[in-house]
């Protein structure tokens, strides 16, 4: 069983930045962020492979980065540059070795002016 908790949500501007961190209690494997705006499947934004190379969305390349931090046990997103169409609430997934998933309850990003 892993439990992973997102922080660092909010509303921001047009242009601005926010950091989200997940915390982790458990093994994190292969972390990522997701993400799922109203109306629309959740997607994929950043995540580690096995190897710990990271994977960006197109739409987020050169604007999120995704890092860990193996003694907090976190994974963080830090979002720059953020637009109206980054708005959405954004989950923590992980894997186990043996393939099981399990997700954080997420938290909102709402890009407005």
């Known amino acids: 069983q892993v439990q992973l908790v997102e922080s660092g949500g909010g509303l921001v501007q047009p242009g601005g930045s926010l950091r989200l961190s997940c915390a982790a209690r458990?093994?994190?494997?292969?972390p990522g962020w997701y993400r799922q705006a109203p109306g629309k499947e959740r997607e994929l934004v950043a995540s580690?492979?096995?190897?710990?190379?990271?994977d960006y969305a197109d739409s987020v390349k050169g604007r999120f980065t995704i890092s860990r931090d193996n003694a907090k046990n976190t994974v963080d997103l830090q979002m720059n540059s953020l637009k109206p169409e980054d708005t959405a609430v954004y989950y923590c997934?992980?894997?186990?070795?043996?393939?099981?998933?399990?997700w954080g309850r997420g938290t909102q990003v709402t890009v407005s002016s």
């Open positions: 997934k992980t894997y186990t070795p043996l393939g099981n998933q399990y």
């Open positions: 458990g093994t994190l494997f292969r």
């Open positions: 580690f492979t096995s190897g710990g190379i990271a």
